[in-house]
T-cell receptor, first 117, second 110 residues
Framework: GAVVSQHPSWVICKSGTSVKIECRSL??????MFWYRQFPKQSLMLMAT?????????EQGVEKDKFLINHASLTLSTLTVTSAHPEDSSFYIC?????????????FGPGTRLTVL | GENVEQHPSTLSVQEGDSAVIKCTYS??????FPWYKQELGKRPQLIID?????GEKKDQRIAVTLNKTAKHFSLHITETQPEDSAVYFC?????????FGAGTTVTVRA
């Protein structure tokens, strides 16, 4: 149980275009979803936290107008990278906490590799 | 916010030997300390976690210890095997957010 999926698994786009990444909890309702970014050979950096039906909370230094997060249901959150540039190329990973879990444990999606040309 | 430091950044061990990774945290409100193993291009995989009301937890070859007073926790892997080679991350959670350490690249030499 507690499976999280992401789509797409990888995407290549041209500079200036927008890219949408979906994160789904497949067998549980996600009370909270998180979006992380991971550059090569670095750690996971939290970008934002989202709860269903409310605005996402962004970490310091993350542009909310560039990284749009929508959490429309208890099983789906989307991250849209608007006007992507090469420096946005990274591994984006979502995670979710379960309504059945302890609250702290996060279940991670498989990640999306974004390459901006 | 929470600040997690992790050492060493790289660790090379002979197969069969033990590996130890240490982390410190800053926020005394942290009460959940997971450890993740991440292979290249894959998601972080939870290998063990510990909560602040427990000092030690063991799962087969993996153990974690927590010293709340000193604000540090450690991962111990015994009888290392080549498949243990990966990047390991510690994390601390004061409420619901996770703060990650910088990671340790573990290489097990056959």
């Amino acid at each position: 149980g507690a499976v999280v999926s992401q789509h797409p698994s990888w995407v290549i786009c041209k500079s200036g275009t927008s890219v949408k990444i979906e994160c789904r909890s497949l067998d549980f309702q996600a009370t909270t979803m998180f979006w992380y970014r991971q550059f090569p050979k670095q750690s996971l950096m939290l970008m934002a936290t989202s709860n269903e039906g409310s605005k996402a909370t962004y970490e310091q230094g993350v542009e909310k107008d560039k990284f749009l997060i929508n959490h429309a249901s208890l099983t789906l959150s989307t991250l849209t990278v608007t006007s992507a540039h090469p420096e946005d190329s990274s591994f984006y990973i979502c995670s979710a906490t379960s309504d059945r879990g302890s609250g702290n444990e996060q279940f991670f999606g498989p990640g999306t590799r974004l390459t901006v040309l | 916010g929470e600040n997690v430091e992790q050492h060493p950044s790289t660790l090379s061990v002979q197969e069969g030997d033990s590996a130890v990774i240490k982390c410190t945290y800053s926020d005394s409100a942290s009460n959940y300390f997971p450890w993740y193993k991440q292979e290249l291009g894959k998601r972080p995989q939870l290998i063990i976690d510990i909560r602040s009301n427990v000092g030690e937890k063991k799962d087969q070859r993996i153990a974690v210890t927590l010293n709340k007073t000193a604000k540090h926790f450690s991962l111990h892997i015994t009888e290392t095997q080549p498949e243990d080679s990966a990047v390991y991350f510690c994390a601390a959670s004061p409420r619901y957010k996770l703060s990650f350490g910088a990671g340790t690249t573990v290489t097990v030499r056959a």
